[in-house]
């Protein structure tokens, strides 16, 4: 129940936030490093996730059966995705100055690594990451997880 | 027509979906293949382990020792965790742990009272942010001004502005494309040493730089 509000105010939160500027507000983080297949899909349009990429909340991540991806945000934590992997990076708030944090990402299937950042020293119960099979609440500060379809 | 064809059978139910809901109550999936997830709580670089939360529609799991897994499938409580040896780790997610990127690095550059002049210590420091910049290269770079509490709320924010400014300014002379640096004032609201309004604190005078 609590869980679920948190969510609807995280999202509240992004779309009403007023930004010091669009850029610095859409870009939640970077692609670091990628190899084989592997994209990111916004508003329909499929682009390579090359290192150097820019990443928005909303953004979906595929990885194909050669391809992984790792990704910087933000809040100085770090994520990556193995082969065959598919991530929608559904909402990230960094907004410590006014205290708005979260993030909220879904692996719907293959890997993911994460090391925690700002987010989980300040206000580790606003991030979340949700699979098909279980949701994950980070208490610092590394792990992984693998979902079979 | 095809609710006719369907109703064909004995007694209106066709055999192949009664089947079909025996196997629905049996695995709990029919139609598709059930999910089934691994989540694994790891030590971070400097050895600490924390904890997290795995939490299925059947029940939830605190994991808190390096290396302890638990196993998730649909309609079960999640099983009991378990520890895995580092080679376990790696044959269920060694590619995504090995594209894992290096944690961002944190520079902190002090300067003089009520000033955009940077400390002596400080820098000589920028030689260390501008090294990091292009060995990491390609990164993306955010300048962070802060005050100490001393004056007022607008002024301060205008000071530890004008602060990361002149930091931007100082990288960009040395070469950094301005489009990777972003820069945020944020006066004096987050002391790095927390103290009263009105208190003089050198170490709260900053502009923290973050490659990343």
Same mark, same amino acid.
Request: hydrophobic share 60%; with cysteine; net charge neutral.
């Given at each position: 129940m609590h869980k679920r509000f948190a969510v609807v105010l995280l999202v509240l939160g992004s779309v009403l936030t007023p930004g010091l500027s669009a850029a610095a507000q859409a870009t939640?983080?970077?692609?670091r490093n990628s190899a084989g297949a592997a994209t990111v899909t916004r508003g329909g349009q499929v682009l390579p996730a090359a290192a150097g990429t820019k990443l928005e909340a909303g953004d979906l991540l595929n990885t194909g059966s050669d391809g992984s991806l790792g990704v910087i945000l933000r809040d100085n934590s770090t994520l990556s995705i193995g082969p065959g992997s598919r991530l929608i990076l559904r909402s990230f708030v960094f907004s410590p100055a006014e205290g708005k944090l979260g993030l909220f990402f879904q692996l719907s299937r293959g890997t993911l690594s994460y090391l925690s950042g700002l987010i989980g020293k300040l206000a580790p119960e606003s991030a979340r990451f949700e699979t098909p099979v279980a949701s994950i609440g980070i208490r610092g500060t590394r792990f992984a997880m693998k979902v079979d379809e | 027509m095809s609710s006719s064809g369907a109703s064909s059978g004995s007694h209106g139910i066709p055999r192949t979906l009664t089947a079909c809901f025996l196997v629905l109550l049996l695995t709990? =999936?029919? =139609?598709t293949s059930s999910p089934r997830g691994t989540f694994i709580l790891l030590p971070d670089e400097s050895g600490k382990t924390g904890a997290i939360i795995v939490s299925g529609k059947e029940g939830e799991r605190i994991l808190t020792e390096p290396r302890q897994a638990v196993r998730v499938a649909p309609g079960i409580p999640p099983g009991e965790p378990f520890v895995l040896s580092e080679k376990e780790v790696l044959a269920v997610a060694g590619p995504a742990l090995e594209a894992l990127p290096k944690p961002p690095v944190l520079f902190i550059l002090y300067f003089k009272h009520d000033s955009t002049e940077l400390t002596e210590k400080s820098l000589a420091m920028v030689q260390d942010v501008m090294r990091t910049i292009r060995i990491r290269a390609p990164v993306d770079i955010s300048v962070v001004g802060h005050t100490d509490t001393v004056g007022d709320r607008p002024y301060n924010f205008q000071l530890s502005l004008k602060r990361a400014k002149a930091i931007a300014a100082l990288l960009i002379a040395k070469g950094v494309d301005p489009s990777i640096l972003e820069i945020t004032s944020h006066g004096k609201d987050n002391p790095l040493v927390p103290t009263g309004d009105q208190v003089h604190e050198p170490r709260n005078r900053r502009v923290e730089v973050t490659v990343r």
């Open positions: 939640i983080g970077m692609v | 709990s =999936a029919c =139609a």
